[in-house]
Every structure is written in C-alpha cells, then in structure tokens.
C-alpha cells in the first residue's frame, strides 16, 4: 500500500502558475507509474498527466501543454507544473500510483491505478 500526499494547491487568478507536489511513502518510487488526476463536483474524475516508470509522459489533448509532469526519485515527489490557468481548471487534483513493477506505461485511465491520494483543491478565478 502506497500512501500518497498531494500539496501545493491554492487560488489563484486567470493566468497564474501553480506547482503540485505528491509525496510516496514508499521506496520503490521508481517503479511505479504515476498520474495526476482532476474532479469537479458532480463530474467524473478525469486524467490530467501521467509518466511512466521509463520517463515516459503522457496528457490530456485538453490542456493544451499547459501543463507538466515530473518526478525525483530520489525525493520520491511526482510534481505537476501548470501555467496559465483558467477557470475550468478550478477542481481537486488527486495524485496516483500504480506498482510497483518491472514496466509500466503512462495512462489516464482511473482503473489502472491502485493508489490513490486524498486530494488538493486547486481554484482559479477569473
């Protein structure tokens, strides 16, 4: 069981950058593959980024390339960096893991994930 701890989130206006951080407690980081997942109430929880255990990133077409994913291994932390945010951005971003194992592959499907973080709000006014 991987216990995951997403930080970083906040208000922000129309434009502005923000950085989340997720924290594994785990000691296999690097073998596991990892995603950033969003949700608005009332709304199904949709896949933002993910990055596999070879470096491999995967995203949304929605964002637009807004956003990145990266992790240290070393510090065990899966980052998401967004810039210019809008409004519908505003949602809790959860953070999650599957593995470890000897290979995996990004993806944006809920169901590959076992783990799962307890979320930040992330909210962006015009």
């Known amino acids: 069981q991987v216990q995951l701890t997403e930080s970083g989130g906040g208000s922000v206006q129309a434009g502005g950058s923000l950085r989340l951080s997720c924290s594994a407690s785990?000691?296999?980081?690097?073998?596991?593959?990892m995603g950033w997942f969003r949700q608005v109430p009332g709304q199904e929880r949709e896949g933002v980024a993910s990055?596999?255990?070879?470096?491999?990133?995967m995203y949304a077409e929605s964002l637009e390339g807004r956003f990145t994913i990266s992790q240290d291994n070393a510090k065990k932390i899966l980052y998401l960096e967004m810039s210019n945010l809008k409004p519908e951005d505003t949602a809790m971003y959860y953070c999650?893991?599957?593995?470890?194992?000897?290979?995996?592959?990004?993806?944006?499907?809920?169901?590959?994930?076992?783990?799962w973080g307890q979320g930040s709000q992330v909210t962006v006014s015009s």
């Open positions: 785990v000691d296999t980081f690097s073998r596991y593959c």
């Open positions: 999650a893991a599957d593995g470890p194992t000897v290979r995996c592959w990004a993806s944006l499907v809920m169901v590959e994930y076992r783990n």
């Open positions: 990055i596999d255990n070879k470096g491999k990133t």
